[in-house]
């Protein structure tokens, strides 16, 4: 068992996402980064899907009541256990008693905003329509419905597991799969329905200005400054499916690109999607901080998907050395 | 976009968009519903997720060949006819403007109309659920009266509660919860539609038919 010692709000218990209940209106939800979740599930030897810790806001601690191997991904915070300063993406024990303090994002080798805080087996709370992440707009999933609070205490699934098999890491993703443009992190996007629809100057600004992640971005979605967009006509659109990633322009010219607590139908003009295979990128991308957007087609899309699954089988193969 | 012919299109690699040619109107909401109830169980397709007049298709693995998917599918709407659910009619009764209704101004504005006008053209048809979407239980309804359709909010709301009657273009719908919204929200009503402990967790589905009634206007 671990308590949240920290009072900070917003911590969230996520899996790779809620699929199959978007007919009830219920949306994915999910890590924001599902590489650095399913990778510190590899670790471990769990599920790559199994639940974690989802840490947007820092200092953030908790305290192990038990005996637990246990891996952090995502953001490089300075983490230690007590005192001891802990590699980041690297598996650990922690004994009954000890403390882990997240600190703040490192601006260091790769920049990120959320890390993962996984436990041998997953947290262990209720699935609930077949995910144990936190639906916050419905109230349910992860921790009853909520963000973590001070006090709470979370069971790992199998904290007896793996605590001889630490001791060893992975390089994570945004060093070992890089992708900038001049410099500035980008995500590749597939141009949607209404991308013909916005003015030619609105289309090159898109692919050649950095984009602003404003304060107004959290789970939902993230509101970008940049110059707006317009389109050549009013457009009112019939409410339809959509899918995080998807980038809506409001008649403002403001784009919000839906995240992993996104509504899973809308009805803004749509420019395009960040692929699914770069939304981690997207999802660990600061407020405050500029990205770029890179056209891709389908192939290439369906490519990138490919190359994240053969990051994550030879990940597992390496893990599987060091286990065996 | 073609007025005479479906459009497909890319939502990433994680969906496909179809949207029907031709109006809202429960006729075509119906070849929806059998084009959904066809196509749900492909082995590519993990969900198919009706909305007004479109339907998306949420992809289980992202085809190689796009091509052939989307051939497969305007076939699959070529073979549909018109599938005629029988639902429940629900009653919900609604304190239209006033706190609960703060853009009921906006509605005016544009419509020219009194809010007198705008609650009788709202409060007087049946509304079948065409569809659920937006958050948990959330109705996506018919049959609006098209003179009180208002463009949605050029900047959405952050949160808006549980309960807004709220209007959208030509759309009207309930939220099932608070949350951000870009409706104009022109009043409320209490009714709890989702519970995830329920099978099936949302109480209204495609096929079901509301009505509101006026319980109260706030002028």
Redesign the interface.
Known sequence: MIEILSASALATVQDLGR?????????TSGAMDALALASGNLLLGNEEGAAAIEVPVFPFQIRFNEDCAFAVTGADCATRLDDKPLLPWWTHEARAGQVLHLGLPQQGRWRACRAYVCLAGGVNVPA??GSRST?L?????GHEGRALRQGDRLHAAAPGRGRDAVGFGLVPPAVALPLQVDGVPAMRV?P??EYRLFTDASREVFWTEEWKITA?SDR?GYRLAGTPLQATA?I???????????IQV???GHPIVQMRDA???G??P?IG?????DLWRLGQAPIGSRVRFIETT?DE??AA?DETRRWLDEARRLVDLQRS | ?NPETP?I???????L?F?APGG?ELLAQQRIWALAKAVGDWPEV??A????????L?LAR?P?H?GDLESRLREAWNDVEALALKGRLIELPVVYGGAGGPHMADVVAHTGLTVDEIVERHSSPLYPVY????????C?LGGMDPRIAT??R???V?SIPGGAVSI????TGVS?????S?WNTIGSTTMRF?D?RQD???LLQPGDTIRFRVERVIR
């Open positions: 699929t199959g209940a978007l007919r009830w209106g219920v949306g609930v329509l639906q707009r419905g109230a349910f999933g597939l949607a329905a107004q939902y009013a009112e659109m019939r409410s339809h499916g959509i899918v995080p990633g998807v409001p008649s403002g509504q899973p139908s009805g803004y749509k999607t960040v692929i699914e295979a389908w899309a369906v998907l | 976009m459009s299109s890319v939502l990433g690699t994680s969906a968009l949207e809202t993990r969900e997720v009706p909305g007004m007049n479109n339907l998306m949420s992202a190689r796009l569809a659920l979407g937006s958050h948990p239980g959330y996506y463009p949605r050029k900047v959405p952050l959208g273009g030509a759309q099932a919860s608070d949350g951000p870009g989702f995830p099936p967790p949302a």
